[in-house]
Each structure stands twice: as C-alpha cells, then as structure tokens.
C-alpha cells in the first residue's frame, strides 16, 4: 500500500504523507521502509516532507522521522517539514524534536524556504 505520494517542484522532491494516523508498528514499518526507498533513489538534494494528512502519530512515528532525518544528514539531503498538525507540531516542540526538523506551516513556504529555483 503506498502511503507516500511523490512530486517534483523544480529540484526539490515533496513527500506526502497519505495516512491521517501514523500509530501501528506494521504501518511505520512500512511508512519508513517507503520514505526509506524514496531517499535512497531519489536524485534531488532538497526535500519537504508533508504532513497535511497527519492527524496523529505514536511516539514510534517521531523515532521513524529522527532516523528519516539520520539518513537524509548521511546523503546530504536537507529535510523539511511541513502542514503539521497544532497537536503535532506541540508534540515536536514537548519532545524537543522541532530542535531537530525544520517546521514550516505549508507547503508553499517550506519550498520558499530553500531559496530560488
């Protein structure tokens, strides 16, 4: 099942995230190994991911997105987040994991972000 919808804008790969609850280790498992091949595959060194569908996630999920953002740091891929939930976006800031990811409110200004194409 994929659970990530892929587009190019430019040089920057966008990543949706097409599941509204990011909870049981079968599904991470499975979101992870998608983002996983995505990365690994893909020629672009900018890429946002969208969480817009994302309603709720596990404390799994947020481990998931630390070794996500492990691997893009490896392949000199520079990682954003954007559209978070104001539950997820709370809980990045109560983990101190919004330290780590850079947050954006839409998808739009997380593309903006990465200067002009």
Same mark, same amino acid.
């Given at each position: 099942m994929n659970r990530i919808i892929q587009t190019k804008k430019g040089h920057i790969l966008l990543l949706h995230i097409d599941q &509204?609850? $990011?909870? +049981? +280790?079968?599904? $991470?498992q499975e979101l992870h190994g998608e983002l996983k091949d995505c990365l690994k595959t893909c020629e672009e060194k900018q890429v946002v991911v +969208?969480?817009?569908?994302?309603? #709720?996630?596990?404390?799994?999920? $947020?481990?998931? #997105?630390?070794?996500?953002?492990? $691997?893009?740091? &490896?392949?000199?891929?520079?990682?954003?987040?954007?559209?978070?939930?104001?539950t997820i976006e709370q809980t990045l800031k109560t983990t101190g994991l919004n330290a780590l990811f850079e947050l954006h409110p839409d998808r739009e200004s997380a593309i903006k972000s990465f200067g002009p194409q």
């Open positions: &509204e609850r $990011l909870v +049981d +280790d079968l599904s $991470l +969208d969480l817009v569908r994302v309603a #709720f996630m596990a404390s799994a999920a $947020l481990g998931m #997105f630390v070794r996500i953002r492990k $691997l893009c740091s &490896e392949r000199g891929i520079s990682l954003k987040l954007c559209s978070p939930s104001t």
